[in-house]
């Protein structure tokens, strides 16, 4: 990573010799980038991690999120409610009067008539190819049973 060893090497293998103030030089040139490195990485980290600054930068975002989880909780709240107040007695009561009556008003919707002739038709096709496939299925199946154990 970063290494330079064209540096260390001139081309056949053999190290050059370098002055010691040069390697110190470009130790602390490279120790100045490492920490001019860390201490943005740090910054940033503290900044992303700021909620209040994070709020000034972006308040729709926030706007947006808690007025999601509002939505949310106040879904469930109201489903919770619901589905307390159904349970009770007068509910289901009154539901089962609006059922009735709705029987008694449309009772073609509540029962079907015989189906018709097409519908019968296309029952008995359906099922005569099914059971055949599944004749077929069931015979194949069998004879690679048979066959596999004779050998």
Do not use: C
């Not at 260390?8 to 980038?33: D, M, S």
């Not at 096709?125 to 199946?141: D, H, P, Q, Y």
């Amino acid at each position: 990573m970063g290494e330079r060893t064209s540096r260390l090497t001139n081309g056949n293998g053999k190290a050059e010799p370098r002055p010691p103030r040069e390697i110190e030089r470009e130790i602390e040139y490279l120790r100045t980038r490492l920490d001019r490195s860390l201490a943005e990485l740090d910054r940033r980290r503290h900044e992303l991690t700021d909620i209040r600054l994070q709020m000034r930068k972006h308040p729709a975002v926030f706007i947006g999120a808690g007025v999601a989880v509002a939505l949310m909780l106040g879904g469930i709240g109201f489903a919770i409610y619901r589905s307390r107040k159904r349970d009770e007695l007068p509910q289901k009561a009154k539901r089962l009067r609006i059922a009735f009556r709705r029987a008694v008003d449309e009772p073609e919707k509540v029962a079907r008539a015989e189906p018709p002739v097409w519908q019968k038709m296309a029952a008995a096709v359906g099922t005569t190819i099914a059971v055949s496939l599944a004749k077929k299925m069931v015979e194949r199946s069998w004879n690679r049973t048979v066959e596999a154990g004779r050998t």
